[in-house]
């Protein structure tokens, strides 16, 4: 990655965290939770995963939710957004005051900050862009201009609008009935948005499809893209293998990578996003896959 | 009154009973960020393969009630990346490392003995045996006594002599006991149980499977009263064989629910990807059960269920 910082791992912590609010924002969910710890080591595009149900529920994965913003308050903490669209979230969304949740996080690796102050382009789909306006701060902190565009399907799903239109530059939106902005989706205005912002670095996160769009577009102008990824994810921590997609290492060896580890952001040019979903033929360990070179005399022993 | 917790895995003493579960903790690097992983009574890695593998596609994994399904097809490094970089690194944090095999022949998982031999350290193999033959048009290894013997066999056969070797028991069989006898008369040092139960999810909104691979292995609590009733089976048919019980435990008391059936240790799988400290608080929480109850000593109440009530009664007048 282009990266800053050193990007120093920061180990996550596991916490329980008493909740502040949980208050609506159009149709979406949001919390606070007191979680200092998690807060204080923050940053970017890092996500938490969230326990649900209580000690004795039915369900057993964690949610994995992005962190929307961190603040100093009561020693320090986290908001994050969410759809209660299923039986864990509607949980969450039924979560008052000084109830407490156990957290695990940060999370994952951050949205890389550049070195000097470029033109930088947020863009979100639906509550996907819920980690963008952190990331905005820390940008202009670092001098750089940011443009939003922001997609969803209708005005109610549009995470922040007011907040991209307040903060950013300029703040494009699209929804697909034409509720909220211009009527369509982000791609039919990407390439105007990134001739009049003169765009050098594209930070992007929402649906698969949107990201993979957002890429093969930025492509044609060589304009870098960070795109953070929504895969769903059983642990968050990196143990249970379940988030994997392929991704081409700088060596030019594709891998099974996890997306909780190993991103959520991704170097977006490396993310072979044809082949999500699948097992490519020519990834590491891949059916039938045999070392190229190097001391890997073993025949690849494949079961099943 | 602090409670004796030593349990013993073939030969070899461990502080106590709690381990993870094979799958469950990669090779315990990402866990160590949130507990000692010495602490437990060891970590038992990944299932290795002899090459890398990427695993089948995603989706891989689905929530169901109590339970989840993972059809991850053992994705992993390959037994040199694991002994290059894993192993040293599980073995420098002072952890026992319990090294998971799998392969799709039993020359491979011969072979992968064979090399985990050579590397000082581990503390034993536990053998996944519910992996398809590739040499038998795919059928799984546990679901047949004779090829999992035949395994057990070559493991044995090729593990150094002082490294206990476990065959890993699928529930999918007709009788358990058969495979379990037939893996110790194969020389397997010990018995682990039970790998998932294998499963399947359709989602009525796509009205398609949930999962690539189709179907996954049920894990969670959904299946702890599989895994006691198999390792009560196991205990009752092989009172001296060691046993690592596992399948959804996720409390110090589920855990001494399968010591009562004759577990002399527990694997926790599925629970640590609920809470990544599952491990510590279940060996904690077991420890006060124990204490609850003045149980002294772990070893004195490994398999006690199977005492008639009468055994028990007495054992607690002596007490008084």
């Keep these: 990655m282009t990266a800053e910082d050193g990007e120093t791992d920061v180990a996550p912590v596991q916490v329980r965290g008493t909740v502040l609010t949980v208050r609506r924002v159009d149709s979406y969910y949001a919390i606070t939770v007191v979680a200092p710890p998690i807060a204080e080591r923050f940053r970017p595009g890092q996500f938490i995963a969230v326990a649900v149900g209580g000690p004795h529920t039915a369900m057993l994965l964690r949610r994995a939710f992005s962190i929307y913003d961190v603040r100093p308050d009561h020693g320090g903490t986290v908001e994050f957004v969410f759809a209660a669209l299923g039986g864990g979230t509607q949980w969450l969304a039924r979560r008052r005051a000084r109830d407490t949740l156990d957290i695990t996080g940060p999370l994952g690796r951050p949205f890389p900050i550049p070195r000097d102050p470029v033109t930088c382009l947020l863009i979100g789909g639906g509550y996907g862009s819920s980690p963008l306006f952190s990331l905005a701060d820390r940008l202009r902190a670092r001098g750089c201009q940011v443009d939003f565009l922001l997609g969803a399907a209708s005005a109610d799903r549009v995470f922040g609008a007011l907040t991209a239109r307040r903060s950013g530059r300029t703040a494009m939106i699209t929804t697909d009935d034409g509720s909220l902005g211009a009527r369509g989706i982000v791609t039919d205005v990407l390439s105007q948005v990134i001739h009049d912002a003169r765009t050098d670095v594209i930070y992007a996160c929402g649906p698969m499809p949107m990201l993979r769009e957002v890429t093969s577009d930025a492509g044609k102008y060589d304009i870098p893209v960070f795109a953070s990824v929504e895969e769903s994810m059983a642990c968050g921590i990196g143990v249970c293998m379940s988030c994997v997609l392929p991704v081409r290492g700088t060596d030019g060896i594709t891998r099974m990578v996890r997306s909780c580890v190993d991103g959520p952001v991704f170097r977006a040019d490396q993310v072979r996003w044809d082949d999500v979903g699948t097992i490519p033929f020519d990834a590491l360990g891949a059916p039938g896959w045999k070392a190229r070179a190097g001391p890997e005399p073993l025949e690849a022993g494949s079961a099943g | ?320």
Excluded at chain 2, 86 to 115: F, K, N, Q, T
């Design chain 2, 1 to 320: 009154m602090p409670v004796d917790l030593r349990t013993k895995l073939g030969h070899i003493e461990l502080p106590n009973p709690i381990l993870t579960a094979s799958g469950c903790a990669a090779s315990g690097r990402e866990l160590a960020q949130f507990f000692d992983v010495s602490k437990i009574g060891a970590v038992v890695t990944k299932s290795v393969m002899l090459a890398p593998r990427a695993g089948r596609p995603t989706p891989r994994m689905v929530e169901t009630d109590s339970g989840m399904l993972n059809s991850i097809g053992l994705q992993g490094p390959g037994i040199d990346a694991f002994l290059q970089r894993d192993l040293p690194w599980l073995l420098s944090r002072g952890a026992r490392a319990v090294v998971s095999i799998a392969g799709g022949s039993i020359d491979e998982y011969a072979e992968l003995a064979g090399r985990l031999s050579e590397a000082p350290g581990i503390t034993a193999i536990e053998v996944n045996i519910s992996c398809p033959n590739v040499e038998d048009r795919g059928k799984v290894f546990a679901c047949d006594p004779d090829a999992a013997a035949a395994v057990m066999v070559a493991v044995r056969g090729r593990a150094r002599y002082d490294i206990p070797v476990f065959a890993k028991l699928s529930p999918d069989v007709t009788d358990i006991v058969t495979v379990a006898r037939a893996c110790v008369a194969a020389g397997a040092d010990g018995l682990a149980m039970i790998n998932t139960l294998l499963g399947m999810a359709i989602d009525p909104d796509t009205m398609r499977p949930v999962l690539a691979g189709i179907t996954g292995g049920l894990s969670g609590p959904a299946i702890r009263p599989v895994a006691v009733r198999c390792i009560w089976q196991v205990r009752e048919a092989l009172p001296d064989i060691p046993i690592i019980g596992m399948g959804g435990v996720r409390t110090g008391r589920d855990a001494l629910e399968f010591i009562l059936a004759g577990a002399d240790m527990v694997s926790v799988g599925t629970a640590i990807f609920n809470d990544p400290s599952a491990c510590p608080r279940i060996l904690r929480e077991l420890e006060e059960q124990l204490a609850t109850r003045a149980v002294g000593r772990l070893r004195d109440i490994v398999g006690l269920a199977h005492e008639p009530a009468g055994a028990l009664l007495l054992r607690a007048y002596r007490k008084l």
